[in-house]
């Protein structure tokens, strides 16, 4: 398992969620003739005038309100995404500036599918914990597109959330251990200048999903000797509701640990934002000594699979930045027509 | 679009970054290094709160060929909570539901682009405040 000299927190966290809502019956009703079911209620909708590095920029902003440092103090800015406005221009840089942490500081864009942003955070980890940096702002959004009529239509949504990673004393929870797991299993992928991606289809849940969440979970709980029964949340990659349920059973954790943090049904699949965003809901309303346990999936394949403990510091940050709940709660649904012209789905000749 | 302009007003357009005058204390935005309450000179950087109300607005169906992508929207005057008023867009919010006296605050959003393969310029609107809409 993965775990520094020196022992790193979350020093500050926030989410960000936009305030569109496609439900999924819209995509039955347009595709499908208005029969057959619906694997999530609705998903949300960027606007015109958000993408990746907007919704970083906010999600970044509530994680520097919570964590009450000075935005010089980071050395680190770091965007994982798989919806990088830019294929060559850094998202890192925008956000940094935006937050006030630019010019002393690495910035980089991550990719690995869904798991980009945990992969960030496990590289802040690093950095914080190796002593060469004392705060790390690590970052996951997406702006997911799905093929129209396809599968992954129903729940391809946007959302981000953002951790400043810092020395463990100042932590509103301790980052105990973390471990990954990765495989070359091609589940889906997008090639470079493609819009939409593809993907194998029924290959997706059983060698792809579940495989790569329960080796990582399994492996660090036998590493770390603690086992389902230990933490009161858990939060997994969820691509739509019924996987996350399903993992979370394969590892003996309950519908009470698991609810918290299961978001999709209300806001889809928020890729590099899913299980991190689901995490920002848990902290929202976690208490002292609460443990959790958090894995997230990126196609390709791989997991990373985290073990916290929230702290005394955590109830006095909990309200200085808008709760997860707060993002869901703000809705505007609209339609098919108007969702097609927000996400660039009609071409003008 | 005027690249280099526009990256030499990245703090502003990014942070809400004025000024404030050391002389009189009044804030400022834009910055303009000369203190339009005293007229003293004012150099020293302040980055505002971002938060206001609605001054004055007006919808906008027509706009310039570079905002079509963003109609209709409103246009703002906000008069920010340390003083200055700003001149922006709004986001987040039907046309029809803007009223005078509004709670806002700032977002970064994206501003305009280039086509397909310019640059896209990134900026502040303002959207009604957060925790008065959920
Ligand atoms: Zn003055």
């Known amino acids: ?349 | 679009m005027h690249i280099a302009q526009n990256w030499r007003l990245k703090a502003q357009r990014y942070r809400l970054v004025g000024e404030v005058c050391e002389h009189c204390g009044a804030k400022i935005f834009p910055p303009r290094d000369i203190c339009p309450n005293c007229s003293h000179s004012a150099k020293e950087s302040f980055e505002f709160s971002g938060r206001g109300e609605v001054y004055s607005f007006s919808a906008l169906s027509e706009t310039a060929e570079k905002f079509q992508r963003f109609r209709p929207y409103t246009m703002a005057l906000v008069k920010l909570e340390e003083g200055p008023l700003v001149t922006a867009q709004l986001t987040d919010v039907e046309p029809d539901k803007v009223k005078i006296g509004m709670p806002v605050e700032m977002v970064t959003r994206r501003l305009m682009e280039e086509g397909n393969e310019g640059i896209i310029l990134y900026g502040y609107k303002f959207r009604p405040m957060l925790d008065k809409v959920a």
């Open chain 1, 1 to 349: 398992m993965l775990k520094s000299q020196r022992s790193v927190g979350i020093v500050g966290y926030g989410a960000y969620i936009p305030r569109y809502r496609l439900p999924a019956r819209e995509i039955v009703r347009v595709w499908e003739g208005g029969v057959g079911g619906v694997p999530i209620q609705e998903k949300s909708v960027p606007g015109l005038d958000e993408d990746t590095i907007t919704i970083s920029i906010e999600a970044a902003r509530n994680a520097m309100l919570r964590a009450q440092i000075d935005p010089q103090q980071i050395r680190a800015v770091w965007v994982g995404s798989e919806s990088h406005p830019y294929a060559v221009k850094p998202s890192s840089t925008i956000v940094a500036e935006a937050i006030g942490a630019a010019p002393f500081i690495q910035g980089g864009d991550w990719e690995f599918a869904c798991k980009a942003g945990t992969e960030a955070i496990q590289a802040g980890l690093g950095f914080v914990g190796s002593g060469m940096a004392d705060y790390v702002m690590a970052i996951g959004a997406d702006t997911a597109q799905g093929r129209p009529g396809d599968a992954l239509e129903y729940t391809a949504a946007a959302g981000g959330a953002a951790f400043v990673l810092g020395p463990a004393e100042e932590g509103v929870a301790v980052v105990e251990a973390s471990l990954s797991y990765v495989t070359d299993t091609p589940d889906f992928w997008r090639r470079q200048g493609a819009s939409y991606p593809s993907h194998g289809q029924r290959f997706t849940g059983e060698p792809a999903y579940f495989h790569h969440i329960t080796s990582a979970a399994k492996k660090l709980m036998a590493e770390m000797g603690t086992s389902a029964a230990d933490y009161r949340f858990a939060v997994f990659h969820q691509p739509n509701v019924k996987f996350p349920q399903r993992v979370a059973a394969m590892l003996g954790f309950t519908k009470e640990q698991y609810e918290t943090g299961l978001l999709s049904g209300t806001i889809g699949n928020t890729y590099s934002g899913s299980s991190i965003i689901g995490l920002t809901a848990i902290l929202d309303v976690a208490k002292p000594g609460d443990r959790i346990f958090s894995v997230s999936f990126g196609s390709g394949a791989g997991s990373d699979a985290f073990s916290l403990q929230v702290t005394e510091r955590l109830p006095e940050r909990q309200k200085l930045a808008p709760s997860t709940q707060t993002y869901i709660r703000r809705r505007k649904e609209i339609d098919y027509a108007l969702y097609s012209r927000y996400r660039g789905k009609l071409l003008l000749a």
